[in-house]
């Protein structure tokens, strides 16, 4: 049966040691798993689990067109070799907290499982909101100019904003959705890596004022465009992100897109403690560490600036 986040939060040690709460390796890289797995972007990226919270990732590839002509008897004394390179990644230190009175307890209609009910709601938001801050993260948010999401987004430089400045962008300049804008993107991604792995990330809304657009045009104009071109422009599929921005659209390899984790993943719980037992409470955290990267900047096409337009 598999071990869930709702039995990893409910079997944790009501105790006030220092090291209660620590995961097994393999129960923080099963909770970590399906955390992510919550959105559909997070169930599509990769994922990296380390030891230390900052550090290098290897990267190892190959050159084109290294095959060579034969000639018998010969040998020209030619050798292929690797490319080796690394990524670095600085895990940043996250929380969760949240706490229950004992009072819900008694009362709601689920009685003690309520416990995993809330906890299955955590865990699921703790996996939104991370997938949501490797989108839109970005520490460079001037501190003076406080919105209500900057104390969130400051934790991290998000894959949109590393994209806009080591990817390829494309300039929309606020014009609504068209034909045009999909291969512009196409122009801007260099041909080594459109091997079919590539797809387009956009919000929801963004895929229904395209297939708007297209229906508009169906009607007035009489146009003949395919249905596989309206769900998939040059035949490349969509990834719908709720958490997405309206004004942009990434065209890369999922894949391409990394999570990285440690293994010191900590879930604790306390019923115990004066304060607990004063304020008739059960108290509760989730703390982990994530950072997120981008393999190959330059297998990245960004574009900004669009109108989406009612």
Same mark, same amino acid.
């Given at each position: 049966m598999p071990y869930s986040t709702r039995q990893i939060v409910k079997?944790?040690?009501?105790?006030?040691?220092?090291?209660? @709460?620590?995961?097994?390796?393999?129960?923080?890289?099963?909770?970590?798993?399906?955390t992510f797995d919550?959105?559909?972007? @997070?169930s599509l990226v990769s994922r990296e689990t380390r030891t230390e919270r900052t550090?290098?990732?290897?990267?190892?590839?190959?050159?084109?067109?290294?095959?060579?002509?034969?000639?018998?008897?010969?040998?020209?004394?030619?050798?292929? @070799?690797m490319n080796f390179s690394k990524l670095e990644y600085a895990c940043k230190s996250l929380r969760l907290p949240w706490e229950i009175t004992e009072e819900t307890f008694r009362e709601n209609i689920e009685g003690e499982n309520?416990?995993?009910?809330?906890?299955?709601?955590?865990?699921?938001?703790?996996?939104l909101d991370s997938i949501d801050l490797c989108l839109n993260g970005d520490e460079s948010i001037d501190s003076s100019v406080e /919105?209500?999401?900057?104390?969130?987004?400051?934790?991290? /430089? @998000?894959?949109?904003?590393?994209?806009?400045?080591?990817g390829h962008v494309v300039d929309n300049a606020k014009k609504n959705v068209s034909v045009d804008m999909w291969f512009d993107m196409l122009a801007a991604m260099p041909t080594k890596y459109n091997t079919g792995n590539l797809r387009w990330i956009c919000n929801p809304l963004t895929i229904q004022q395209w297939q708007k657009k297209l229906a508009n045009g169906d009607f007035n104009n009489g146009s003949t465009i395919g249905d596989a071109f309206r769900k998939a422009p040059g035949d490349i599929e969509f990834i719908k992100e709720p958490m997405f921005p309206k004004d942009s659209i990434m065209l890369c390899d999922p894949k391409n897109l990394h999570i990285v984790n440690t293994y010191n993943v900590k879930i604790r719980k306390d019923a115990t403690s004066k304060e607990a037992i004063m304020q008739d409470k059960r108290f509760y955290v989730i703390h982990f560490d994530m950072d997120s990267i981008i393999e190959e900047p330059d297998a990245v096409?960004?574009?900004n600036n669009l109108n989406l337009k009612a």
């Open positions: 079997d944790t040690q009501t105790t006030s040691t220092v090291t209660s @709460g620590l995961l097994k390796p393999f129960q923080a890289k099963k909770f970590l798993q399906q919550s959105s559909v972007l @997070g550090g290098e990732i290897d990267k190892i590839g190959i050159d084109r067109r290294i095959l060579r002509k034969k000639i018998e008897n010969t040998d020209d004394g030619k050798r292929q @070799g309520y416990e995993n009910i809330v906890a299955g709601m955590m865990t699921k938001q703790v996996g /919105t209500q999401d900057a104390d969130f987004l400051k934790i991290d /430089t @998000g894959w949109i904003k590393q994209a806009s400045t080591s096409v960004l574009l």
